[in-house]
């Protein structure tokens, strides 16, 4: 209903809304009709997009409305995803690049996809740096003894075997280290305190990892012996964030931790307690963090071969790899979970897909993307054959927004698609999506990517931490998940709706 106080801008929004609404309306009301009356109804909603890409022969099915509910339906009576992040946690636990755990999950991903029934499971190699985290212990050793919750970053050098000792400085940012002297930071520990904020989208995440990447090179380009970062997280608690970080060629490698949120604030207040008077905080600090070597890891694959055109490819994703102190629950089993159960709901629901769907565990993402950057070096010649390719990587909280990066000329026309998720209370949003890390390469090739947005308001009080167990993935919410990539997927699978190539980046 448009009522009489409505601006033009209001009326507009609810006509359009009403229309979206209405095509599903249409779908759903269909679907409880004959066969005969569905195929007039579905050639109305999408005769549109059709004709934007025609394509020689026609697609055999475009009851697409209905296969979508059909899926979702399908879902929201399994609980696949959940269980084979539970068999991934329980089963094989840690898995950081290289390690026992990383081969055991590879032989674990290689299994599970065997025994869903894929119809391709293959595996890719992947060279890998190995690192083991080893001892670490940190502590005020003057005025005030204190022990504080440190764990290495990924990548970090040992402190000598005997540990080493020296004054902290605290800096709020890693701009405000740049802007010291030498004077002032040489032989001393840096302690970056930055803090982040909660936010549904993370995007905080981006303004304070920096310090955790490059707080070692900034901190030893200025002569100081090792750095501590406030963690990078949103709780406060005593549980240290690691994550990787970076040595430059041309710079001191000095040993690089985190100390809990909770750590940083007792510091901080002895700081703060410290403040006039010339006494100055003494930190012991010992890690014996190691690199043990080159190992091969593995992209791990598995595929439904397409039935009407096998060489295009829809290709969904996480990543196997996790941090060792949780057992990489939310980071990223439950990517891991989704995604293998998308496909395989996809196929059990609506049987063999009409383009070929992909399901790409990368290995080593957490070191630096180096599963995905070798998968895009060795399937170059292929990459122009992706339909659309996503990643699932930030958890296990719900989707409620649609970010795409399509050819914008046929964005439009995936309305079908868009009306499904309105209808789950999924919002379309910016053409500009970046498709999760392991496929960020992507569009650059000209591959379109989606990012389904998740409510990550506390996904990073639990990243890189211990604390990243099961426990923390609430069952509703990942199976919401699993409904609608099943959906996308099932969408860009049997409908002839073509993306490519991407919309440039700016
Ligand atoms: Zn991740």
Partial sequence: MINASQTPIQIRSTLKLSLVACTFLLIQACSQTTDNNFTETSDFSTSNHLMDRSFTPQWSNSDIGKDMLAVRRASENSLLSYDIVKSLTVEVGPRIPGSKGDKAAVAWAEDKLQSL??????????????????????????????NLVITAL????????????????????????????????EGNIVFLNTKMQRDRAGKFYGQVVPNRVNGAVEAAKLGAKAVIIRSVGTDNSRFAHTGIMRYNDEVKKIPAGAISTADADILEAMFETLQGSDQEIVLSLNMQAKDAGWQTSYNVIGEFTGSERPEEVVLI?????SWDEGTGALDDGAGVGIVTAAAKLVKETLGQPKRTIRVV???????????????????????????????????AGQI???DTRFNSAV????????????EM??????????????????????????????????????????NDTLDKIKIEDIQQNQSVWAMVTAYMANTNFDPRPAEPLE
């Fill in 117 to 146: 029934g894929f119809d391709k499971v293959y595996k890719q190699p992947v060279r890998v740096r190995n690192w083991e985290r080893g001892f670490a212990d940190a502590r005020v050793l003057a005025p005030f003894e204190q």
């Fill in 154 to 185: 990924g990548g970090s050098i040992a402190t000598p075997e005997e540990g080493l000792q020296a004054k902290v400085l605290m800096f709020d940012s890693l701009n405000d280290l740049q802007l010291a002297s030498n004077g002032e930071v």
């Fill in 411 to 422: 964005r439009n026309n995936a309305e079908d698609l868009y009306a499904a998720l309105a």
């Fill in 425 to 466: 209370g999924i919002t379309l949003g910016s053409n500009d999506a970046r498709g999760g890390p392991d496929v960020s390469m992507l569009p650059a090739q000209g591959v379109p990517v989606i990012s389904l947005r998740q409510d990550g308001t506390y996904y990073f009080d639990y990243h890189h931490t211990a």
């Fill in 361 to 395: 565990l990368y290995a080593a993402e957490e070191i630096g993307l180096v599963g995905a950057y070798q998968y895009t070096r060795a399937n170059k010649d292929d990459l122009p054959n992706i339909i659309m390719a996503a990643e699932s990587d930030f958890g």
């Fill in 400 to 402: 409620y927004q649609l």
């Fill in 317 to 321: 994703s996480a990543h196997l790899d």
